[in-house]
């Protein structure tokens, strides 16, 4: 049995393709979700075997929520009205996709697919997916209590990791994140943000100063006065990218 979750801002969407599904042997309806920050909650409270995700909702795409999970991942079945994305990023055989309005034999091949695909072919699928939309998950689904937040990217000042738990900073407080820094770094334009160390990443815009330390390390100054540290290996690199050029930093480490 294949338990399935709908996820769709339009009511009539959900209701159709509920419907549709449920001709479909072996599968369970288990709830359905109409925004990204409910798609994220209840994908972790049912734990639902595949996903159907529309890309087009407001507050948080379906490629957002996407690249907002934790492995192990459920299967997806992204679904849209504009092919563009399923010409320019969507892979079949990998990670399927449905053109709305969906229609009842093509539901059933993308499902016959999903039970016949391997667990590793799908995560890989979906990596190649969002591979291809590198920079611009502009929004990030973070835990605060038993709520799901949306926070805009330009909010952010840094992302960190500690003890295993993966954190979004902003001005004002502190989030947690459920995908974990290696995940959220592959999401990110790296124009805008530079991982400094093993334990965080930070928002160019919010670097004031970067101090040299013995050693060849060096630390950040964020403008809300956050210090940092730097790795080694990291700071010809930061420096370049900041526009301060190298004179300070020592050569990298083999």
């Not at 010409?87 to 990998?94: G, K, M, N, P, R």
């Not at 990030?140 to 949306?150: E, Q």
């Amino acid at each position: 049995m294949i338990r399935v979750l709908v996820i769709d801002d339009e009511q009539t969407a959900r209701d159709r393709l509920r419907q549709m599904l449920s001709a479909i042997p072996d599968l369970e309806m288990v709830g359905e979700a109409a925004d990204g920050e409910q798609a994220i909650a209840r994908i972790m409270e049912l734990r639902p075997d595949l996903i159907f995700l529309d890309i087009q909702m407001p507050g948080c795409s379906g490629l957002e929520v996407a690249a907002c999970l934790p492995q192990p991942r459920p299967r997806i079945i992204f679904c849209t009205a504009f092919d563009q994305y399923a010409v320019d990023a969507f892979e079949l055989h990998a990670v399927d996709y449905l053109l709305k309005p969906v229609n009842r034999v093509r539901l059933a091949r993308a499902v016959e697919q999903v039970r016949e695909m391997a667990q590793p072919d799908a995560d890989a699928g979906l990596e190649r997916v969002m591979g291809a939309v590198r920079g611009t998950c502009t929004r990030f689904l973070a835990r605060s209590s038993d709520r799901y937040r949306v926070v805009p990217q330009h909010e952010v000042v840094y992302f960190s990791s500690d003890m295993g738990l993966t954190r979004v900073h902003t001005a004002s407080r502190h989030y947690v994140l459920d995908p974990t820094l290696n995940d959220i770094e592959g999401r990110l334009n790296p124009s805008l943000f530079f991982r400094i160390s093993r334990a965080a990443i930070v928002n160019l815009d919010s670097v004031a100063e970067v101090l040299p330390l013995t050693g060849g390390i060096a630390e950040v100054v964020l403008k809300d006065g956050v210090r940092l540290e730097v790795s080694r290996r990291r700071v010809r690199e930061l420096l370049q990218r900041l526009g301060g050029g190298d004179s300070t930093a020592g050569p990298p480490e083999p």
